[in-house]
């Protein structure tokens, strides 16, 4: 098998934890995986421990403005992920526009659900980009084939919004 991961937005401290984990932990072998293909930024990609099975691809469109990201993701990784041969994506973020399946999306921001957030920010520029957010997350977990949330109470306040999973 060959896993795809989309870390193309993981630009956190925490994302860059939480993929180095999963990566380290990874028992390759038990689970008959042959390669993972990850795409990231570069300085994400150097952060991380290289293994034999990891193939780092970082795509230029990740240096560039926020639209050529979101352009790369949706139309040219669908794309690269059939040229390198993957079998299933792993989004590490659940505001992923890519439409690749399977997949499966990783749930780890809940600001935008908390009931009370969207109050602090009244009617500015933080409040649309939150509501932004929060349509493409659930779009993105509504077309996944599975989707992972870090707890059961993020699972149950995500699911009031996006619908049951």
Known sequence: M?????????????ARAHLNGILSELDS?????????????KDLLDGLPDFPWLVKHCP???????????????FRLPRMLG?????ILLNVDAGSICRFLPSITM?????????????????NLARVRLLALKHVQNAALR?????????NHAANIIQKSCGKL
């Open 2 to 14: 060959q896993i795809g991961i989309n870390a193309s937005r993981a630009r956190s401290g925490g």
């Open 29 to 41: 072998q038990g689970f008959s995986i042959h390669k993972i293909h990850l795409f990231a930024f």
């Open 60 to 74: 230029v469109e990740l240096s560039k403005g926020l639209f050529v990201q979101l352009w790369w993701e949706r």
């Open 83 to 87: 040229d390198v041969g993957c079998d």
């Open 107 to 123: 749930s780890r921001d809940m600001l935008s659900y908390e009931p009370g957030e969207m109050d602090r920010y009244k009617y």
């Open 143 to 151: 077309h996944a084939t599975g989707v992972i949330f870090l707890t």
